[in-house]
């Protein structure tokens, strides 16, 4: 008997629905599943054929196969357990085939039965509603992210014969309701209001929150540079509702999940020097969001700029020009949505004191060139705004001579 349930696949920040069909024929008995599942998704197999057997649903010693369609897209969440096992219950006549109609299935199966949670729940979600599924059910624990968007009913299912009793009408499960958060007092986000001195430094990090510009700050260590990129955040408004889907679910496929409901505040993401090309730009056997996706609609802090390998400078090329980070598989491309600002700051020389106006630099004039060398033109050309950020002298600091100008550019 040949059956049918759908579940979903990620690819980049959006997901396509997989139809999986199941069936049961003669052959030597064996569970076969086919449709360019990964590697990772061949343990499927493994872990619905124990979680079935757990669960007290043996499968017939006959020839099995499971097909997931369409066949040219990659599929590597192991989110695509619950409908594999359910389209193979439909096969066995365990649960009726017609109530899988309209119903998205997305979740990881352990060996007991139990349903874990797969990342991108809130993708899936999206993915669900524009194609006019009217019910998902996913674990229990990623219900809240699920019920987020409405429009569709939420089933939480703890394990898979609470599902199994749904399915045959003998226990419905009820829709979850979208759970409204309590409003969340805000966080207290520092701006520039309380920074003395550095006058350059603080209008450099103003003009880039208000014309989103690219800055580059360049001063000795102790300045106070990473202290302005934290505070650059508290001068912008919240995430309106299309860029805070975006971002949530851009965190969501890294596996981040959000606390509750949407990611409202403007990301700041800061990476350490030492990142890879992957961590930065994204990709890996699972094709996770870089760092650049993750400062999507925010501010990717590179401190220690000329530190970074060679290989992550260029390849921040594309993202500063495009927006978008591309990533090549053997089949076909990728991309991902990776519109950030870039704060970057470096010291003017590998000790750090250069120009610095008590303390001597101890290096070559070589090696200042070669420092300085490491950020290549065609990086620089895409940085708007350069300001050497000198150290503030105390008599600056003494009371706030210079009260920030900084404005939210939001609604108060
Ligand atoms: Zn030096």
């Known amino acids: 008997m040949l059956t049918r349930s759908y579940s979903a696949s990620v690819l980049g920040v959006e997901g396509f629905v997989v139809t999986v069909e199941a069936d049961v024929g003669l052959g030597l008995p064996g569970l076969t599943l086919v449709g360019r599942a990964s590697g990772a998704l061949m343990e499927a197999r493994e872990r619905v054929r124990s979680a079935l057997g757990h669960c007290g649903h043996k499968l017939h010693p006959r020839k099995q196969v499971v097909n997931l369609a369409p066949a040219d897209e990659r599929k590597d969440s192991p989110g695509i357990d619950l409908a594999v096992a359910c389209a193979l219950l439909a096969s066995h006549e365990v649960v009726p085939a017609e109530r899988l109609q309209g119903l998205m299935l997305w979740g990881e199966l352990s060996l007991d039965g139990s349903l874990r949670p797969a990342a991108g729940t809130l993708v899936i979600a999206d993915c669900a509603r524009r194609m006019g599924f009217t019910s998902l059910a996913v674990a229990e624990a990623s219900a809240d992210e ?90 912008y408004p919240p995430l309106d509702d299309e860029a805070a889907l975006e971002v949530t679910k851009i965190f969501g496929v890294a596996g981040l999940r959000a606390v509750d409901g949407l990611v409202r505040e403007v990301p700041l993401r800061a990476p350490h020097h030492t990142v890879s090309v992957a961590g930065l730009l994204g990709g890996g056997p699972f094709l996770r969001p870089g760092e650049v996706s993750l400062a999507h609609r925010g501010v990717l802090f590179l401190d220690e700029l000329p530190e970074f390998s060679r290989g992550c400078l260029e390849a921040l090329r594309e993202p500063l020009e495009e927006g978008v980070v591309r990533i090549v598989r053997a089949r076909g491309s990728v991309g991902f949505p990776a519109r950030f600002q870039l704060l970057a700051a470096m010291n003017p020389c590998p000790c750090g004191f250069l120009g610095h106006p008590d303390r001597t630099c101890v290096d070559n004039p070589a090696a200042v060139l070669r420092y300085q060398q490491r950020v290549s033109g065609p990086l620089l050309d895409r940085i708007d705004v350069a300001v050497s950020v000198t150290p503030a002298r105390p008599e600056s600091c003494a009371r706030p001579t210079h009260r920030s100008r900084a404005r939210r550019c939001g609604p108060a």
């Open 146 to 235: 699920a019920a987020v968007l409405g429009g569709l009913a939420v089933l939480p299912v703890r394990d898979l014969p609470q599902l199994v009793a749904h399915l045959r009408g003998d226990r419905e499960i009820g829709a979850h309701a979208a759970n409204d958060p309590p409003p969340r007092p805000p966080r207290e986000l520092h701006d520039l209001e309380d920074v003395r001195g550095l006058v350059l430094a603080r209008r450099a990090i103003e003009v880039m929150a208000a014309g989103g510009h690219n800055v580059l700050l360049h001063g000795p260590p102790g300045v106070g540079k990473t202290m302005l990129a934290r505070r650059a955040i508290g001068l």
